[in-house]
């Protein structure tokens, strides 16, 4: 199914050109205006609820995922810079509070969180986090350019040496891909930190490559910001579809400055970040 998706992206603009009746993406809306510079976002664990790093208002906007109406919110009282928001297996909410050099962790119920936790140390700007399914903590330092890795409360990995790390998002098969940016590249890392694969150059083209999501079959949807653009790329590295124009826009098939992606199922969603709004896609099959 993941893989006909992704056939189904490149099918249509073949077909916007020819005008055959074959599988196409739609767009299918945008959110209201509250926003300012949104980036990453996350599904709560029972997808009922989309939750967005709304970073100009130092906040987690929570919003309906099928109607991008805001229905929620929290943290504005004391995160400063909120970039990126993971889920561990038992709910809690991990936030990269980047101007307060920290990740908070919450309680969360619904559309009400409770702060509970902070990690900090090693890292500086973080401005991504994992919540890894093998119990570990990634953090991106951003400013520090590293990513530690925590277990327990204790750091237990680290890998340095990189330019403003941003997202990291699990594969299917436990390692996890990183969004070194200032590097303009992807790196696939093993659990323990070590680098097994490299994304970089042509043809992937990135430019400030930003948020994440990774799909069932390893197939990687990155957000590609100065390029204002999302590139899907098949697990062998294949390049498979690019949404967005090359330049700024707004409207179906136009993006600016995108940095945050989210997939389930034939749904995804894009913090169009230019734009202070989440759009909605979904990828139809005839």
């Not at 020819?18 to 300012?36: H, I, Q, R, W």
Request: hydrophobic share 40%; charged share 20%.
């Amino acid at each position: 199914m993941i893989l006909r998706i992704a056939v189904a992206l490149l099918a249509f603009f073949s077909v916007t050109q020819t005008g055959g009746d074959e599988p196409m993406v739609k767009f299918v809306g945008a959110s209201g205006t509250g926003l300012e510079n949104p980036h990453d976002l996350k599904l709560s664990p029972d997808a009922r609820f989309l939750f967005v790093s709304d970073v100009g208002n130092n906040r987690i906007a929570i919003l309906h995922p099928d109607t991008l109406a805001l229905v929620g919110e929290f943290g504005s009282d004391h995160q400063s810079g909120t970039h990126d928001i993971d889920f561990d297996p038992q709910g809690r909410a991990y936030v990269a509070d980047t101007h307060n050099n920290r990740v908070t962790v919450y309680a969360v119920n619904g559309t009400s969180a409770s702060l509970i936790a902070e990690i900090s140390g090693r890292f500086r700007g973080p401005e991504g986090v994992l919540a890894h399914p093998n119990g570990r903590i990634y953090v991106a330092g951003a400013w520090s350019g590293n990513v530690v890795a925590y277990e327990d409360g204790e750091p237990v990995a680290e890998l340095d040496g990189l330019s403003s790390p941003h997202d990291l998002e699990v594969t299917p098969d436990g390692d996890i891909w990183l969004s070194d940016s200032g590097n303009n590249r992807m790196l696939l890392l093993s659990p323990d930190l070590q680098v097994k694969r490299e994304l970089k150059g042509s043809p992937y083209d990135f430019d400030g490559v930003r948020y994440q999501d990774v799909m069932a079959d390893g197939t990687l949807i990155a957000a590609d910001k100065n390029n204002h653009a999302v590139k899907i790329i098949a697990s062998d590295g294949t390049v498979l579809f690019v949404l967005g124009t090359g330049s700024p826009g707004k409207g179906p098939g136009r993006l600016a400055t995108p940095e945050g992606v989210e997939v389930k199922e034939n749904t995804l969603w894009i913090s169009d970040s230019g734009n202070d709004r989440v759009v909605k896609y979904t990828i139809e099959l005839n």
